[in-house]
């Protein structure tokens, strides 16, 4: 395996949801291990109080030691980059990004290598707020003739998914070169 892409839902979805469903097949097709927790039950306590739980679960499935990736949609993207804080991860793809859940506070990530997908019509999440984000972070960003669930683009968005794990394979893995002796 060349790796773990731990794929995360949205809100008032779950772990077959048609988004991770896609990005799953896609990460296993390319010789990655993919996983996606179901945080239906955390769901249910509501916006703000499954965050904290949900990047306690998201973090729980990290292996020491693995080459890992986050991914996710909508709630599933806002606890990816929250929980990369916390964590060491390779990358993080992220669809439909949520730069805020009201009452909860902003969206934050560490600075890895990521890709955003997002739509030019979202109806939750407005454009020019993660277009300003993106180019902050100096991030990869698709901006796509669609809404907050990217419904007619899974095809592509599948292909731009397919083109992260390469990029992320072709970095090399710090974590797993021998120290450098200093003189």
């Known amino acids: 395996m060349k790796g773990h892409v731990i794929l995360s839902h949205g809100s008032d979805s779950g772990p077959d949801a048609t988004k991770v469903s896609a990005l799953a097949q896609v990460a296993e097709s390319c010789g990655w291990r993919a996983s996606r927790p179901d945080y239906r039950d955390l769901d249910a306590r509501g916006?703000?109080?499954?965050?904290?739980?949900?990047?306690?679960?998201?973090?729980?499935?990290?292996?020491?030691?693995?080459?890992?990736?986050?991914?996710?949609?909508?709630m599933g993207s806002f606890v990816s980059g929250l929980a990369s804080l916390e964590t060491t991860i390779d990358a993080l793809f992220l669809l439909a990004l949520p730069l805020e859940i009201p009452g909860y506070g902003a969206f934050d990530a560490s600075r890895v290598p990521t890709w955003i997908v997002h739509g030019w019509?979202?109806?939750l999440c407005p454009a020019s707020e993660v277009v300003t984000f993106a180019r902050q972070r100096r991030a990869n960003l698709l901006m796509l003739a669609d809404t907050h669930r990217l419904a007619d683009h899974l095809e592509l968005i599948g292909d731009h998914f397919r083109a992260f794990l390469r990029a992320v394979e072709a970095e090399p893995d710090l974590a797993s070169l021998p120290d450098i002796e200093q003189t």
């Not at 916006?47 to 909508?74: D, Q, Y």
């Open 47 to 74: 916006m703000v109080a499954c965050v904290a739980p949900r990047i306690a679960r998201l973090r729980h499935k990290v292996r020491p030691g693995e080459r890992t990736v986050f991914a996710g949609s909508s």
């Open 121 to 123: 019509s979202d109806e």
